[in-house]
């Protein structure tokens, strides 16, 4: 009897361990994700745009932030190798954005505005998207692994 009660909730025992570890590995590597974006904002923040000492076209605050969040993402175990900082792969008047295939995605735009008490504070939004996969779902069938996680970081720009 005890052998059967065991054989009907191991199975419901597995898939909450593995659930589990699922979500607590998500729920780090978000967390690694939003200090990445927030390393990234606080060098373009507190750096001018005027600078082009750079040898890019782009911006060397752009560039530095998009290493730092590279740098961060890579130290931390989940890598954004593909990410080349010097060449995004769009950029609008302040917007970069830098594609990778494997679904990650970094954007760093230096418009966007935060409302203060004043009016409109001229802002800096770092947006990173990274692709997870989801064990636990791995298991069933027709299931295709797009799962993307996504974090902003805005601070007011300290520079214009």
């Known amino acids: 009897m005890e052998l059967l009660e065991f054989a009907l909730v191991l199975p419901l025992l597995l898939v909450l361990l593995v659930g589990i ?10 967390q690694k994700m939003t200090n990445a974006a927030r390393e990234g904002a606080r060098i373009v923040v507190s ?3 005027t600078d082009q000492s750079c040898t890019s076209s782009t911006p060397c605050s752009i560039v530095a932030a998009a290493n730092a969040v ?7 175990g989940a890598s954004l190798s593909c990410v080349q900082p010097s060449s995004p792969t769009s950029s609008g008047s302040l917007e970069w954005t830098y594609t990778c295939s ?10 966007y505005t935060i409302s203060a008490t004043g009016g409109l504070l001229p802002a ?3 947006t990173l998207v990274y692709p997870i996969t989801w064990r636990l779902l791995s298991f069933l069938p027709g ?3 797009g799962a993307k996680l996504s ?3 805005t601070m007011a ?4």
Do not use: C, H, K
């Open 21 to 30: 570890f699922d979500f607590g590995a998500a729920f780090a590597l978000r």
């Open 47 to 49: 750096s001018p745009l």
């Open 70 to 76: 590279v740098q961060y993402m890579d130290d931390a």
């Open 102 to 111: 494997t679904g990650a995605r970094l954007v760093i735009n230096r418009s």
């Open 124 to 126: 800096t939004q770092v």
């Open 143 to 145: 299931y295709s692994n």
């Open 151 to 153: 974090t902003a970081v």
């Open 157 to 160: 720009n300290l520079v214009d």
